[in-house]
Structures are given as C-alpha cells and as structure tokens.
C-alpha cells in the first residue's frame, strides 16, 4: 500500500533569492508547536509566485505523503518529495487540519 499524498500547510517568511525560479524560506509548525524550516524554490511550495510578490509571510503548501498516526497527530513525510527541512528532517508530526488532501 501507498502512502497517501497530501498539501501540507505552511508560511514563506522569506525570500532568499529572487533569481529564476525564486528561493524562499518557509516555516512550518507542527503538533508540538515547534518550528521547522525549509529553503528552497518557489515552486515546490506554490504555483502562483505572484501571491510572495505583494507580502509575506504568505500561505504555500508542499507536498508530503502521510506515512502514519501518533496519538492525535499524523505523521508525514516530505522525503519523498525531495524536500526536507534545514536540519535535514523529513518526518514531521502534524494536525490533520494542517493537511489537504483533496487537491493532490
């Protein structure tokens, strides 16, 4: 069985470099309240680069696949997907409210 896919809720705080395709650094904060952060192109958190242009921190989302349950929390993966945070963590505890599933 596979994982199923999902958008992971997230904040772009910064912009890292505006050069083609733009890099961005984004916050996501998960079950236990703790902050993880990412660095990397702006389309791999959206579509619509204009939406960072006007302020951030800014809603995106990544792509995660949920690889399972702790206690109230789901725990999802963004290794799959190439994207891990500046520690090098990939499997994150999240609230299923932080999860889209129906637009993967």
Request: with cysteine.
């Given at each position: 069985m596979?994982?199923e896919?999902a958008?992971?809720?997230c904040e772009?705080?910064?912009?890292?470099?505006h050069?083609f395709p733009?890099?961005?650094?984004?916050?996501?904060?998960?079950?236990?309240?703790t902050s993880?952060?990412?660095v990397d192109?702006?389309p791999?958190?959206?579509?619509d680069s204009?939406?960072?242009?006007?302020?951030?921190?800014?809603?995106?989302?990544?792509?995660?696949s949920?690889v399972?349950r702790?206690?109230?929390?789901?725990?999802?993966?963004?290794?799959?997907h190439g994207?891990?945070?500046?520690d090098g963590?990939?499997?994150?505890?999240?609230?299923?409210?932080?999860?889209d599933?129906?637009?993967?």
């Open positions: 596979t994982p896919e958008h992971l809720g772009a705080v910064s912009w890292i470099s050069d733009g890099w961005v650094r984004v916050r996501l904060v998960d079950a236990n309240n993880w952060y990412f192109k702006v791999v958190f959206t579509a204009s939406r960072l242009e006007a302020r951030l921190p800014a809603p995106v989302h990544m792509l995660c949920i399972g702790d206690g109230g929390a789901l725990v999802v993966s963004t290794a799959t994207v891990e945070a500046e963590q990939c499997l994150f505890r999240v609230h299923a409210g932080q999860l599933r129906h637009t993967v």
